[in-house]
């Protein structure tokens, strides 16, 4: 059976760049090796205002606060047509936050 140029050359093209992809990982070091699994963060009373600061939402993740959401889909209708705009309508089957 003879082999084309692509099938002779391809082992040799990715090779280098496996080696490459291989030298630049480093084994995990939040590993825990009581459990196997990722260390936890310790969680101290000292640090909690920084991690209330840094789970709280920035100001431009709160963006969405902003718009005039309306609930009601019948006065969404009216305040549309009033405006002459399109209507957006969101629909969806369940709890808003996937808690199903």
């Known amino acids: 059976m003879t082999r084309t ?3 002779l050359t ?6 280098p760049l496996l080696g490459a992809a291989l030298a630049c990982t480093s084994p995990r070091t ?4 009581a459990t196997g699994g990722l260390a936890q963060p310790r ?3 000292e640090d909690s205002a920084a991690w ?6 920035a100001g431009d993740e709160l963006a969405f ?3 005039g959401w309306i609930p009601d889909f019948g006065q969404g209708l009216v305040a ?8 957006f309508f969101w629909a969806m089957n369940g709890h808003p936050l996937g808690c199903t």
């Open 5 to 7: 140029l692509a099938q």
């Open 10 to 15: 391809l082992p040799l093209t990715l090779a």
């Open 30 to 33: 939040d590993v825990d090796a």
């Open 43 to 45: 969680l101290r009373v």
């Open 52 to 57: 209330s600061r840094h789970i709280a939402p």
């Open 65 to 67: 606060e902003s718009v």
């Open 80 to 87: 549309a047509d009033e405006a002459q705009r399109p209507l």
